[in-house]
């Protein structure tokens, strides 16, 4: 069983940068796609940015290409999402989910584990 712990979220302005951080314990880290999904009320939960176990492949929402970059680091278990150029539409609680395997699947319902969240506002 693998555990998620968010954090990194906060109040930023509009133009601003955040850097999320998803801890993993409980698993081989580097055999999972890590992935970034956000999820705004009374909505699903969408796809952001997705990372292979050896960190050779990513995969970004368009309307975050350019701004977002997804990372890993497998010695610390640690995916990240570095943020910039922040826009108040970027505002929503973001979670990091993994799955095994290689492919970088941008549905919900294709990862296993999930963390809590992290809830990012960015104010114009």
């Known amino acids: 069983q693998v555990q998620l712990v968010e954090s990194g979220g906060g109040l930023v302005q509009a133009g601003g940068s955040l850097r999320l951080s998803c801890a993993a314990s409980?698993?081989?880290?580097?055999?999972?796609?890590m992935g970034w999904f956000r999820q705004t009320p009374g909505k699903e939960r969408d796809f952001v940015a997705a990372?292979?176990?050896?960190?050779?492949?990513?995969n970004y929402l368009d309307s975050v290409k350019g701004r977002f970059t997804i990372s890993r680091d497998n010695a610390k278990n640690t995916a990240y999402l570095q943020m910039n150029s922040l826009k108040p539409e970027d505002t929503a609680v973001y979670y990091c989910?993994?799955?095994?395997?290689?492919?970088?699947?941008?549905?919900?319902?294709?990862?296993?584990?999930w963390g809590q969240g992290t809830r990012v506002t960015v104010s114009s």
């Open positions: 409980g698993g081989t880290f580097s055999r999972y796609v």
């Open positions: 990372i292979t176990g050896s960190g050779g492949n990513r």
């Open positions: 989910a993994a799955r095994d395997g290689t492919v970088l699947f941008t549905t919900y319902g294709q990862y296993d584990y």
